[in-house]
């Protein structure tokens, strides 16, 4: 993960498949609802044009960033839906437009960006690389509850990499947030990827390990998708314990999907 070229032109490329998706829709489509609560189409695209917004404002003025993190702890458990719903009211052209642009304008800034740069964000700061994994992580599982409006079903690809391993890399936060103390015992993360090969995170020694489908541990830690529903497996406390708690991205602990027999 250290060329950060790779993840960049990854999330470029994971960008375009979910533009593919909305580009053509109509007015009504964009008001579909989405398996998140009060989210529709609209709030999906407006959530990651805010996103993109909000890294493009880290990456190039941390002042003015600063600022809009204390809004942000000051009112945590709304501030994400209140950008989502003030995108939502624009005009579905306009909104495209906006997505599209801010991400483009991003792009640019991550690549002018000085080697070892790091910038603020919502929990630790970020490098180039980070900060493009992160966006890449979310425009996927944004990208994936659009696809669930529509009953669509994506094929999988290598860019899955970059969600496990921020998910992985997340593990200890997803217990902090939480107020949970971290597990001190390393787990071994096995996880099959799209085109059959293996990827290995942690010592292969390790007592503790998960293992599965590399689309279900990316579900999973994005919260697309319920434990139950999905084959990842635990072996070990900690690791189990994990798997109930995943969470990838920054911010308050989510409350995840329903399994699928409850709904």
Do not use: N
Not at 1 to 23: C, W
Not at 205 to 226: I, M, N, W, Y
């Amino acid at each position: 993960m250290s060329d950060p070229t790779v993840v960049l032109d990854d999330l470029r490329s994971e960008s375009d498949e979910l533009d593919r998706l909305v580009g053509e829709l109509s007015a009504d489509d964009w008001a579909r609802p989405t398996p998140a609560p009060r989210w529709s189409i609209a709030h999906q695209i407006a959530h990651l044009a805010w996103t993109d917004a909000a890294a493009l404002l880290a990456v190039t003025d941390a002042e003015a960033f600063a600022v809009e993190t204390e809004k942000a702890f000051a009112a945590p458990y709304s501030f994400v839906d209140e950008g989502a719903e003030q995108g939502a009211a624009q005009p579905p052209a306009e909104l495209l437009a906006r997505w599209r642009e801010g991400r483009e304008q991003l792009q640019k800034a991550l690549r002018a960006a000085p080697a070892g740069s790091r910038f603020p964000w919502y929990g630790p700061p970020m490098s180039v690389a980070s900060t493009a994994t992160g966006r890449l992580m979310e425009t996927w599982a944004h990208g994936q509850d659009i696809a669930d409006a529509f009953g669509a079903v994506r094929e999988p690809t290598d860019r899955l990499r970059h969600v496990a391993y921020i998910g992985v890399r997340a593990r200890d936060y997803a217990f902090g947030v939480r107020s949970l103390t971290p597990p001190t015992a390393p787990i071994r993360v096995e996880l099959t990827a799209p085109g059959g090969e293996m990827w290995t995170y942690g010592p292969a020694e390790a007592e503790q390990k998960v293992s599965g489908p590399a689309l279900d541990f990316c579900l999973l830690v994005t919260q697309r998708a319920h434990r139950a529903d999905l084959a990842v497996r635990a072996e070990g406390e900690d690791a189990d314990r994990w798997l109930d708690i995943a969470q990838a991205f920054a911010g308050p602990a989510g409350p995840g999907r329903t399994p699928k027999e409850a709904r």
